[in-house]
Structures are given as C-alpha cells and as structure tokens.
C-alpha cells in the first residue's frame, strides 16, 4: 500500500465488462472505473460516480464493487444494457473486438454528478477519461476542489485534447506508435494550457512526463504479461496516488517525488499485468 487512509478520490465516468470470449469469461473494468478499483488496492478511501445498466453485466460490476468497497452511492442506473467490450488475449497482449460505447450511460447526461457538490468536495482527486462522456462538464467541476486528471487514451485528435488541458491538472496519452519528438511536442503544448502534468505512456518504451520545468522519463518494468489489459489505468492510478499523497509531505523535493511515484507507477503496472482482466473477479458465462 502507498496511499495515504484519509486520501480520499474518486473515479467519474465509464465502467464495463470487459468480455472474454474466447474464455466465456466477464471482468468488470472502464478507465473510471478501474481507477477507482486501483485507487482501493494502494489504501485510499475510493469511489465511483457513474451509470450502470439494469443487465447481468451491470450486476456483477456493482457486486464486484461492493466486495472490494469502493463506495457507489452516487451512481444511477438506467435501464437498458451496461458497457461492454469483446476482447481477446494474444501473447499477453489485450487485443479488443467491439464495444458498444459504454451501452445505456451514453444516454444519461453525467449532470448528475453535481446533485451533491459536498460529496464531490470531499475528493482530493477526480479521475475521468475520454469515454466517459464528461467533456462537456470538466470546466464546472475545475471550479470544485479536487484536482482533476484526465486519460486521453490513445483515441485522441490532438487539437481537441489540448482544448480540455485548461480544465484539468494531470493529463494522460497513450503514445506507443508516436515518435519520441512528436511526443515531447504534444507534452509541452499541453503544458503551455494550464496542466500542471503532462505523461505519455509509450506501450515497451519509455513514459515521457513534463512538469512545464523539467522532462522524466520511466522505463516500464519488463515481465512477462498474463494479460495488459488495465496496465495503463493502473501506472496512472498509482502515479497519482503516489504523487498528490506526497506533495502533502514538503520535505520531499518535487523531482525527487516525481521519480519516485514514476518508479512506484511503473512496478503497480506490472503488477497488474500479471492479473487477468482489469483486476480479476471473473464471472464465467
């Protein structure tokens, strides 16, 4: 455990199941969501805020986050059909099928989330992503007190990334097929928008992070994998976890936390490698 008992954060957005076929096998998991589950694992006090549909799927995603005790008691449900991606595993690799974008929740407008402004002020950190159909309401929750991170994933156009980066503190891009100066170049135009941190993971080579003062890097930690699938969400999960829990202690220079809570995001990423699905509790089908 690195997170501090009393840090208190929150994923917001997307949840599915991440469907194995190829083992009739259903893990829960989302960006959202698998934050909030990483977020329990490292010892901080954890939640999730998003729709979940009325099916089986939708079922075992709430149950699953009841037994780890990750707190939902701001979500909805909606009837019709939860998120839910096809997949298979080739050679450790996560390699995804279909989707049907998030199912139900893209039909429920997340405004909801702003029904209890004092719950969300409790959260030292929100996290959402770019398939969490919260874009259209970053610039009212920067107005709330967490800061807000946000995983751009690998699906992104790069324009309208940057036009979210004045809203949040903690970007997130998934750069694998990038060039290493086309990725420097994004970080510092992310930067130049008001984010405090900008971070590439760049799938076997090195994360690049930019402060807007200096550039990290991290090298991934080679294991072989059981399954990638969730990797990325947890070397944000524990980066951040590691870095806002640390910036409370004043007695650690800011570069030296930032190595440190890379190193410490890189070794939880592979460690969730090695668990299949997002972070296990599969329900055979």
Avoid at 62 to 90: K, M, W, Y
Avoid at 161 to 166: E, P, T, V
Wanted: glycine share 8%; net charge negative.
């Amino acid at each position: 455990m690195m997170g501090d008992s009393a840090m208190k954060v929150i994923g917001i957005g997307d949840n599915v199941v991440d469907d194995y076929s190829h083992i009739r096998t259903m893990f829960p998991g989302g960006n959202a969501l698998n934050f909030s589950v990483y977020a329990s694992m490292l010892g901080c006090n954890s939640a999730y805020l998003g729709v979940f549909g009325s099916d089986e799927s939708a079922k075992h995603v709430q149950r699953t986050l009841a037994r780890i005790g990750v707190d939902t008691s701001h979500c909805r449900s909606a009837d019709g059909p939860n998120g839910h991606a096809i997949l298979t595993i080739e050679a450790g690799e996560r390699v995804f099928i279909s989707s049907n974008e998030g199912g139900i929740s893209k039909s429920v407008p997340m405004e909801f989330i702003f029904d209890d402004l004092d719950y969300l002020q409790t959260f030292s950190i929100v996290h959402t992503s770019a398939y969490s159909y919260m874009d259209g309401y970053l610039a009212q929750l920067q107005q709330l007190n967490p800061l807000i991170s946000y995983d751009f994933s690998d699906d992104f156009e790069s324009e309208y990334a940057l036009s979210l980066c004045q809203y949040i503190d903690f970007a997130f891009f998934s750069c694998a097929e990038w060039t290493e100066e086309a990725v420097t170049e994004l970080l510092e135009k992310v930067v130049n928008k008001g984010c405090s941190v900008a971070v590439a993971t760049r799938g076997p080579h090195e994360v690049i992070m930019f402060d807007g003062r200096s550039w990290f890097r991290q090298a991934p930690q080679v294991v072989i994998p059981a399954d990638t699938l969730g990797a990325g969400d947890a070397f944000i999960s524990a980066f951040l976890i590691s870095y806002v829990g640390g910036k409370a202690n004043t007695s650690v220079q800011p570069p030296l936390l930032i190595e440190n809570s890379l190193e410490k995001a890189a070794s939880f990423a592979a460690e969730i490698c090695q668990v299949h699905g997002a972070f296990g509790h599969g329900l055979r089908y």
